[in-house]
């Protein structure tokens, strides 16, 4: 009945809320239950909370913030300027956009020729591509159906899967072993996250 739906989803929402966490269903494949995409009830809410409060204080909003995107903007300009003939211009947009997150995210920006960039996007690309014609939402048998009649598909996403993986994992392996983390002084989100996996909420990291 109409009333028991509303019941449902409407006064019982987070008992309801959620995705299937099984073998066949993609999101949960990619995401572990403590990944952003797959998150939800208690742990959505501390995510949310953590993201929120680290990005006001990394400046998200502030004029801090403005001046580091104009320092992105100019490295734009200059990488245009290296051109005698623009003919890719979504490249170098591309590159901005990919500069302003990778500086948020973990403090590096990228040369739209870098060869790591480029395999970055690469392997993205493939990633999300493959990851579509999967279907992100099907679940059940019906999805294991699909893999199987789309095995080469399975494949090349997998394999573009645990590259991007593999690319943050090393940013990871890279400050732990270079730099050290000092107490009140954060310069991007990773290095909120490291202290983070020390703190109470470790068990929402994940542990590889």
């Known amino acids: 009945s109409l009333e028991s739906i509303k019941e449902a989803f409407d ?3 987070e008992l309801f809320s959620g995705r299937p966490q099984t073998e066949y269903y993609i999101i949960g494949f990619v995401h572990s239950k403590t990944g952003i995409i ?3 009830g208690d742990v959505w809410s501390i995510q949310q909370k953590f993201m929120l409060q680290k990005l006001t204080g990394l400046g998200m909003g502030k004029t801090d913030f403005s001046y580091k995107i104009h320092d992105i903007c100019d490295d734009l300009i200059s990488y245009l300027k290296e051109e005698k003939e623009i003919t890719n ?3 170098y947009l591309s590159n901005f956009t990919s500069n302003v997150i990778s500086s948020l995210l973990y403090g590096k920006k990228y040369h739209p020729r870098d060869p790591i960039y480029e395999q970055l996007v ?5 990633f999300m591509g493959t990851g579509k014609d999967l279907s992100f939402y099907l679940t059940g048998p019906l999805f294991k159906l699909l893999v199987l009649s789309q095995r080469k598909v399975w494949n090349q996403f997998v394999a573009s899967k645990e590259q991007v993986f593999n690319f943050m994992y ?3 392996k890279e400050r732990i072993e270079n730099k050290e983390i000092n107490e009140g002084e954060f310069n991007d989100i990773l290095e909120y996250l490291m202290k983070e996996m020390n703190g109470p909420n470790a068990w929402m990291s994940d542990s590889k």
């Not at 690469?122 to 493939?126: D, L, M, R, V, W």
């Open 170 to 172: 090393d940013r990871v």
């Open 11 to 13: 006064k019982q929402g």
């Open 38 to 40: 797959a998150a939800e």
């Open 89 to 91: 211009l979504s490249m």
């Open 122 to 126: 690469s392997n993205i690309e493939t």
